[in-house]
């Protein structure tokens, strides 16, 4: 008997070869398949759109807390996932089921038939079709790559959009400088809609303000129209008209201040009868994994030394790292030894090189089912030539062995990161899927 688990596989399966590319960024395909679903796009909840290089789903994490802390619902789709392909669709606050994930492909497969449909498209189209059909009050939608071409980006009047901040990635598609990838992402914008940025490089700001300008999309810049300042664990924000204090942040390190206070602003703009309370309790509850996640329980944590701090995080890039190499100085001033995957898309250089001032030695592996993954002599090369010591493992388990041999004798801490990829592998063999 088949499962509907094992018909949802198939389909997605299926989804993966219906066009020769994994990536073809344009909007038409997806618009067309939008038209036969009937144009579910159309009739959505009202939508809060994000783009940007990092942050964009610790944003939408803030704000699917804060509204829920509220008493009302929302919709959600992101990528990539970690573990499973329904961590991309969230349903009024649940992550969709077996049955209804599989009824749902199955239903844009038979409509799409063998029409050329990358990945992405005609799983973003799905989504919107499941979002049409079940009430919410929002419909939080995080672009999957850049902003003009991405296929969510057919929202033809959004409640609010929202740029997190941008740095250089996905250059062969994006551009392969800040100007030219900041006017992909502003492709978001929409005359007469309001669009918050994080505060950007002069660069990336200079491509956002002109668009804006040239669309007529009203434009709110972190440190020019309002402003966010970290305050012990929490956050102020302070807007034209209101301040509001976050004393806690459920998400970890300075840099998610910027990303609650980035989510207050654009949420109070789309919901401005949102209370203080409900952002306060939001902000506290919020929840993203893989986004420096403490493991303490699971398949990998090793109960024979129960000193050792084991975290998790998604970093991948430069900016990534930078923050993360800030918030390991906070979380304890003890030596951190990294076990590191990575992507073959980018210099593992550029990654490690920020972490080199507080990481004392390095684990590599090759990340198990993915044809980019970087190989673990690589990456070990790398870190050697940046000074730091480092050796490869097999698999993550011995990784993790070697990792915990080395914390012990050092009073190291554990820190996974350098892909998302790498962290879905993780929690997956730990055990401790998203929920």
Request: glycine share 8%.
């Given at each position: 008997m088949t499962t509907d688990l094992a018909r949802a596989e198939a389909a997605l399966e299926r989804l993966m070869h219906l066009h020769p590319k994994l990536i073809d960024l344009g909007l038409d395909r997806g618009l067309g398949l939008l038209a036969k679903l009937g144009d579910p796009h159309l009739n959505l909840p009202p939508v809060i759109h994000v783009a940007g290089t990092n942050g964009k789903g610790s944003t939408l994490a803030f704000i699917r807390a804060m509204i829920e802390a509220s008493?009302?619902?929302?919709?959600?789709?992101?990528?990539?996932?970690?573990?499973?392909?329904?961590?991309?669709?969230?349903?009024?606050?649940?992550?969709?089921?077996d049955r209804d994930l599989a009824d749902l492909l199955e239903e844009v497969e038979a409509i799409n038939g063998d029409e050329p449909m990358t990945f992405f498209e005609i799983t973003t189209a799905?989504?919107?079709?499941?979002?049409?059909?079940?009430?919410?009050d929002a419909t939080l939608l995080e672009t999957g790559l850049g902003g003009r071409a991405d296929s969510t980006?057919?929202?033809?009047?959004?409640?609010?959009?929202?740029?997190?901040?941008?740095?250089?990635d996905h250059e062969h598609f994006l551009g392969d400088n800040l100007a030219a990838i900041a006017r992909e992402k502003a492709g978001i914008m929409r005359e007469g809609v309001a669009c918050f940025s994080a505060a950007q490089h002069p660069e990336a700001l200079s491509s956002l303000i002109s668009h804006a300008?040239?669309?007529g999309a009203p434009l709110y810049i972190e440190g020019r129209d309002f402003s966010v300042s970290r305050q012990g664990d929490g956050a102020m924000i302070t807007l034209p008209e209101r301040k509001?204090?976050?004393?806690?942040?459920?998400?970890?390190?300075?840099?998610?201040?910027?990303?609650?206070?980035?989510?207050?602003?654009?949420?109070?703009?789309?919901?401005?009868?949102?209370?203080?309370?409900?952002?306060?309790?939001?902000?506290k509850q919020a929840e993203w994994p893989g986004r420096i996640q403490p493991l303490t329980h699971g398949h990998l944590v090793d109960q024979t030394h129960p000193e050792t701090e084991i975290w998790l995080d998604g970093a991948h890039n430069a900016h990534g790292a930078e923050?993360?190499?800030?918030?390991?100085?906070?979380?304890?001033?003890?030596?951190?030894?990294?076990?590191?995957?990575?992507?073959?898309?980018?210099?593992?250089?550029?990654?490690?090189?920020?972490?080199?001032?507080?990481?004392?030695?390095?684990?590599?592996?090759?990340?198990?089912?993915?044809?980019?993954?970087?190989?673990?002599?690589?990456?070990?090369?790398?870190?050697?030539?940046?000074?730091?010591e480092a050796q490869t493992a097999t698999d993550l388990e011995t990784a993790?062995?070697?990792?915990?041999?080395?914390?012990?004798?050092?009073?190291?801490?554990?820190?996974?990161?350098?892909?998302?990829?790498?962290?879905?592998?993780?929690?997956?063999?730990?055990?401790?899927?998203?929920?």
């Open positions: 008493g009302q619902t929302c919709h959600g789709y992101s990528s990539p996932h970690l573990v499973r392909f329904h961590e991309r669709i969230r349903i009024a606050g649940t992550l969709i089921n799905a989504a919107m079709l499941a979002f049409q059909r079940h009430p919410a980006n057919v929202i033809p009047k959004p409640a609010v959009s929202i740029i997190t901040p941008i740095a250089r300008e040239a669309i509001i204090t976050l004393p806690q942040l459920g998400l970890r390190g300075d840099h998610q201040a910027e990303n609650a206070g980035l989510a207050v602003a654009g949420l109070l703009h789309a919901f401005p009868q949102l209370d203080d309370q409900a952002l306060i309790n939001g902000a923050a993360l190499a800030k918030t390991l100085k906070q979380l304890n001033d003890r030596p951190w030894v990294l076990v590191c995957g990575a992507l073959n898309t980018r210099d593992p250089k550029d990654f490690l090189r920020p972490l080199q001032p507080v990481v004392d030695h390095v684990i590599t592996l090759t990340i198990p089912d993915q044809e980019a993954a970087l190989a673990n002599h690589v990456i070990a090369d790398a870190a050697a030539d940046l000074g730091v993790m062995n070697t990792a915990y041999r080395i914390a012990h004798q050092a009073g190291a801490s554990i820190i996974i990161a350098g892909s998302l990829y790498l962290a879905g592998h993780v929690l997956r063999v730990n055990g401790t899927l998203p929920q």
